[in-house]
């Protein structure tokens, strides 16, 4: 059949295609523009020599289905990967596929769920989560069908064991949390929690999406834990944003390997009947587990987060512990510098981290309630006024433990300036007239939306007439 008419698709000359792109690019805002403060999101700098390294024509011009052979430059990355991993993290097995953080909380629950189901416990159908845990954490384990248990912190904001000895029992498969948690806050008695849900036969499950502040300082295994997953997009500077694109490799103990999912870089020595290998006396290959869950992606991972990844680890070494220090460094000045200058206390308080002396560690919570109830000011109203001044606004109201809460973590990668220019203009948002911050922002592009409506009702087009 022939058309009558042709076909209404949108027409465009290239300079109206440039013209159009580059004001979209103009309108963006990520690490490369701003101060990006976005509490439990590490938006650190992404060093240039990463993207150089990983746009090398061995790296960027390879596909997933070539014999191993002709991949051996990659597969020697993976597994030089996988060991840096393991060693930071206290784990002796470790799989880059996951492709997103979620997505390596799932993976390493449904390793703990086959492990139990292995051992004839199919009855261990709870999973335990503080309220302070990462968000994800409830829904990645409900979607292994699991049943979360949701226990409270204490008035510290720290894990409660007396919470957590009343909501362990032989039905228990697992406990998720983040060390340090979400409040920014080091949980002491992390190696206690761990033995009471070993003592009841469950794992201790690590959420790496606060990574950054212990890196090189302390690991998940040496805590207690069992599975570990990592953000390579966080902690090992892989840039993201805007959905991605992400990485979440899992890090296991012995006793989990088997059910790592499927493939795992593995290398054996070099015979004389193998092609040209990597260059080290090795030859890489992929590995299946034995009791493997099977693929949570359809290739290996993202290759490209993994080379960059791999690229940051190489250079830092063993700087990646002072990376951690600056990241707290940083958290704890920009949080005692607000503090110091703001005026009146009663419309700013630190909520669930001890007294303001106490230190944090990467990120730290503000409650902006005693300013609502003074101003009629939110926290909503604070984040969006922030846009005025050239800032990507803090997290949101999360933890929903805070009422209304500012979470803050301005990374290792600031500087002293950035951050004392950060908390002047923060505070003098405190001070402003309360109309013209419930009415911000009024300098970008696009001034309120209506969130929900945006959320509901999705236009994801231009009009082409």
Same mark, same amino acid.
């Given at each position: 059949m022939r058309r009558n008419t042709l076909p209404r698709w949108p027409r465009a000359s290239e300079p109206e295609l440039v013209r159009h792109y580059t004001l979209l690019s103009q309108r963006n805002f990520g690490i490369d523009t701003g101060f990006y403060p976005l509490g439990s999101c590490t938006m650190k700098h992404n060093p240039r020599i990463n993207e150089r390294i990983v746009q090398m024509p061995g790296i960027d011009r390879i596909h997933p289905l070539q014999p191993d052979s002709q991949v051996q430059g990659l597969l020697a990355i993976y597994y030089e990967m996988q060991d840096m991993l393991s060693i930071c993290a206290g784990m002796d097995s470790v799989t880059l596929q996951p492709v997103a953080g979620a997505q390596g909380e799932f993976t390493a629950i449904r390793c703990i769920q086959e492990y139990h189901n292995s051992n004839g416990e199919s009855?261990?159908?709870?999973?335990?989560v503080p309220d302070s845990a990462h968000g994800t954490n409830p829904a990645s384990a409900a979607m292994c069908g699991y049943e979360i248990v949701e226990i409270p912190s204490g008035t510290d904001g720290r894990l409660d064991?007396?919470?957590?000895?009343? /909501?362990?029992?032989?039905?228990?498969?697992?406990? =998720?949390i983040t060390n340090p948690s979400t409040l920014g806050v080091f949980e002491p008695e992390i190696a206690e929690a761990a033995r009471?849900?070993?003592e009841a036969g469950g794992q201790m499950y690590y959420d790496g999406a606060n990574f950054n502040a212990i890196l090189g300082k302390t690991d998940p295994g040496r805590m207690g834990f069992d599975a570990v997953h990592y953000n390579l997009h966080?902690?090992?500077?892989?840039? +993201?944003?805007?959905?991605?694109p992400g990485s979440g490799p899992i890090g296991v103990k012995s006793h989990l390997a088997k059910y790592l999912p499927s493939p795992i870089a593995a290398r054996r020595a070099?015979?004389?009947?193998?092609?040209?290998?990597?260059?080290?006396?090795?030859?890489y290959f992929w590995e299946e587990p034995e009791c493997s869950i099977g693929k949570v992606q359809q290739w290996n991972g993202n290759?490209?987060?993994?080379?960059?990844?791999?690229?940051?680890? $190489?250079?830092?070494? $063993?700087?990646? !512990?002072? =990376?951690? !220090? +600056? /990241?707290?460094?940083?958290?704890n000045y920009l949080r005692h510098r607000i503090m110091r200058d703001h005026d009146d206390s009663s419309t700013l308080v630190m909520p669930k981290d001890g007294a303001p002396s106490e230190v944090v560690k990467h990120e730290f919570t503000l409650d902006m309630t005693p300013l609502k109830d003074a101003t009629g000011v939110t926290a909503k109203d604070v984040a969006k006024r922030l846009l005025d001044y050239g800032y990507m606004a803090p997290t949101l109201y999360f933890p929903q433990i805070v009422? %209304?809460?500012?979470?803050?973590?301005?990374?290792?990668? !600031?500087?002293?300036?950035?951050?004392?220019?950060?908390?002047?203009?923060f505070l003098s948002i405190l001070? %402003?007239?309360? %109309?013209?911050?419930?009415? /911000?922002? +009024?300098?970008?592009?696009?001034?309120?939306?209506? !969130?929900?409506?945006?959320?509901?009702?999705?236009?994801?087009?231009?009009?082409?007439?």
């Open positions: 009855n261990r159908n709870k999973v335990i064991l007396q919470a957590l000895r009343a /909501a362990v029992d032989g039905d228990t498969a697992a406990m =998720m009471i849900v070993h966080k902690t090992f500077s892989q840039p +993201h944003g805007g959905g991605g070099r015979t004389e009947e193998d092609p040209r290998g990597a260059g080290d006396g090795f030859w290759a490209g987060a993994v080379v960059r990844a791999w690229a940051f680890y $190489r250079r830092y070494g $063993r700087d990646l !512990e002072r =990376m951690s !220090e +600056h /990241a707290v460094l940083n958290a009422p %209304e809460c500012l979470m803050l973590e301005p990374t290792e990668t !600031e500087s002293k300036d950035v951050l004392d220019k950060f908390a002047d203009d001070s %402003e007239d309360p %109309e013209i911050v419930k009415n /911000a922002p +009024h300098t970008t592009p696009v001034r309120r939306v209506d !969130e929900v409506l945006a959320a509901r009702q999705l236009i994801l087009r231009h009009p082409c007439e």
